[in-house]
């Protein structure tokens, strides 16, 4: 099938991005396969004092900007708050690229990348790793199925998307559960860590932490996305082709807003509950930058977002959720990173290679981002998602008109 | 540090973006001038081309002051392809004696009728018959009238120039796709379509309602 948008001359057609991405790709690429033919050894500064680095950092970044996936299903095909509908495509897309970057991270950090699929048949349950593998791997299949009508649209496929349907509710919540679990779990990697991750980070409460977190972090990736979709489809068409209004926006920021404040109080219980206020005074390098964390990805945040007109403002509304990225992308790296390389006694700073494979794969899921949202009715502007396939048939009909026109 | 210099790098990234829309000439979507609406052109282009020595009035007729002292008076782009091929029908008399609102221009959009206002009081020294029934491709070479008019510069607060009148221009053509969402025959169609962006096809009117074009002069014409 002849997709219209996919013109060779325009992919082609230099543009700064895109020769900054081709470079990007291919040192990434010479970086790959330097890590599988030389060893973790010779292209990380990884060592047996800190075997997990940028890729373990960037997992759980990645997972947590995914987090909007099983947030806004559950809103919509659970709680019946239909309003979100034309998030929830967009934000299982994101989920399902942000949890492939995790996959691949995942295989390009394993020692034995040939062993990956051990788990699956030698269960160990005493293993909080054992339950993350199982849940990245059905949560996995789970976005696939949530996202497949989508694709099924686009090529008329009738009876599967029929199917999907009809088992669409049991395959939400099962997303939700898995998600659940393995967001938490995530934080629960680290309370078996007590003496090494820094009391600053440290808590029995890192699952429910976690899990807040990413709710306040993925909606505003979801956000952060939509400017990025807009801002790529600026040329032909506009803001408003994305099909995501400012009060729909407005209305996730809100629940940013309650989830950062929900964190906040966590926060304060736990340094209070667990006499850690005193470990915010001491100067160190882990105090400043959880200081920073707080501040770019909390309380400022909070107190913009409390103000209808920063949240209603479209320019507001890119810095807040820029803002509370930086707070997830900060938090998850202190934890994983910082919190523990103080213990170790080795000043970890990742090699060039490690940089450049994760930069790689972040690229190329930004650019599946935009051809999918690009060539799919990803971004459907109706009240249902079940018009999207009418409004894929306007839009096919609408781009006849317009070359009638031109 | 990992974690500094991760939030940096991602930081870097976001702002070399706005440099390089900045160094295009584009508007980040975040940053552009907002609407209250729709925050999209209806037009496939981003932006229309505004002579820096032109002014533009709220009935879309634009203004440019002559070394003679005359103003010359033309249609602008907007007002010339809002509704479709607008193409001129009579223009005020040579000698009259134009009042500020009262009609100077006569057009047709497909057979329906349509007035623009002059923007300014003055007597009419020359009539551009060259432009009359004909498609203009430049706008802003093709004068209609030439006034001498004392009131220009008293006026000329009211009337855009530069990046404020590029701001209007893209606001009214944003104003003008719920102008044709809401006056279309099929109202459903429209909106859904609408949204995409696109151009303008040259019988627009013929989609619309009746009273459309009286419509669009209370909304688009008036000064």
């Known amino acids: 099938m002849k997709l219209k948008s996919m013109n060779i001359k325009e ?49 759980f970044i990645g997972v947590g900007l995914a987090a909007a996936g099983f947030t806004i299903a559950a809103t919509v095909h659970i709680f019946n708050i239909h309003k979100y509908e ?30 990956f699929w051990h788990p699956l048949v030698m269960w160990n349950i005493h293993s909080v790793m054992f339950e993350i593998t199982w849940c990245i791997i059905c949560y996995s299949t789970v976005l696939l199925l949530e996202f497949a009508p989508v694709i099924l649209e686009k090529f008329n496929l009738k009876a599967p998307i029929k199917f999907l349907k009809i088992i669409s509710i049991p395959v939400v919540i099962a997303g939700v559960l898995f998600s659940t679990l393995h967001q938490s779990s995530f934080g629960s990697l680290y309370l078996i860590v007590p003496g090494k991750l820094h009391p600053l980070w440290y808590s029995s409460l890192l699952p429910i932490h976690f899990y807040v ?47 950062l404040i929900a964190g906040i109080l966590l926060k304060i219980y736990d340094f209070v509950s667990n006499d850690k206020l005193i470990y915010l005074i001491i100067p160190s390098m882990e105090t400043s930058l959880f200081y920073l964390e707080i501040i770019i990805g909390t309380i400022v945040p909070i107190y913009l977002l409390s103000y209808k007109k920063f949240r209603e403002d479209k320019k507001w509304l890119y810095i807040i959720s820029i803002c509370v990225i930086s707070g997830l992308i900060l938090n998850r790296l202190n934890v994983s990173i910082t919190g523990l390389v103080a213990s170790s006694g080795i000043n970890y700073f990742p090699s060039f290679d490690e940089i450049s494979i994760t930069i790689m794969l972040v690229v190329l899921a930004i650019f599946a981002f935009r051809l999918i949202a690009k060539n799919f009715s990803v971004f459907v502007g109706g009240e249902s998602e079940e018009a999207a396939s009418n409004i894929s048939a306007k839009k096919s009909k609408q781009i006849i008109l317009s070359e009638r026109y031109e | ?118 923007p300014i009081n003055g007597i009419v020294k020359s009539v551009n018959e ?36 590029s701001n209007w221009i ?40 009746d ?13």
């Open chain 2, 130 to 165: 060259n432009i009359l029934g004909k498609k203009i491709s430049n706008p802003y070479e093709s004068w209609g009238v030439q006034l001498a008019s004392k009131d220009f510069s008293d006026n000329q607060k009211t009337f855009f120039s530069g990046t404020e009148a």
């Open chain 2, 1 to 118: 540090m990992v974690a500094i210099f991760v939030l940096t790098l991602f930081l870097l990234f976001i702002s070399v973006d706005l440099i390089v829309l900045k160094i295009q000439g584009k508007y980040h979507p975040a940053f552009e001038p907002s609407s209250p609406q729709f925050d999209s052109s209806i037009f496939d282009r981003n932006s229309f081309p505004i002579p820096s020595n032109i002014f533009f009035s709220k009935g879309h007729t634009w203004l440019k002051m002559n070394n003679d002292g005359l103003i010359s008076i033309g249609i602008d782009e907007f007002g010339m392809m809002a509704l479709g091929a607008l193409s001129i029908l009579n223009c005020a008399s040579v000698g009259k004696e134009l009042r500020r609102g009262e009609i100077i221009f006569e057009g047709a959009y497909g057979n329906k009728k349509v007035k623009f206002l002059s």
């Open chain 2, 211 to 223: 009273n459309s074009v009286n419509d669009f002069e209370k909304e688009f014409l008036s000064l």
């Open chain 1, 86 to 115: 034309p998030l929830v495509r967009p934000a299982i897309l994101t989920a399902f690229l942000g949890y492939s970057v995790v996959v691949c991270l995942l295989l390009v950090d394993l020692g034995r990348p040939e062993n």
């Open chain 2, 170 to 209: 893209k606001k009214e053509s944003i104003k003008l796709k719920d102008f044709i969402i809401s006056h279309s025959l099929k109202t459903d169609l429209a909106g859904a379509t609408m949204f995409d962006g696109g151009s303008l096809s040259n019988d627009t009117i013929s989609l619309l309602v």
């Open chain 1, 213 to 259: 977190s990413c709710i306040a972090a993925g909606l505003s990736m979801i956000i952060f996305e939509s400017y990025l979709i807009a801002r790529s489809c600026t040329k032909e068409d506009g803001f408003c082709n994305t099909g995501l209004k400012m009060n729909i926006l407005s209305g996730a920021a809100f629940v940013v807003w309650i989830a």
């Open chain 1, 11 to 59: 992919i082609l057609k230099p543009s700064f991005w895109k020769v900054v991405s081709v470079i990007i790709v291919t040192v990434g690429l010479f970086s790959t396969y330097f890590r599988f033919s030389l060893g973790l050894g010779a292209t990380t500064n990884l060592q047996d004092s800190v075997p997990w680095g940028l890729w373990i950092g960037f997992d």
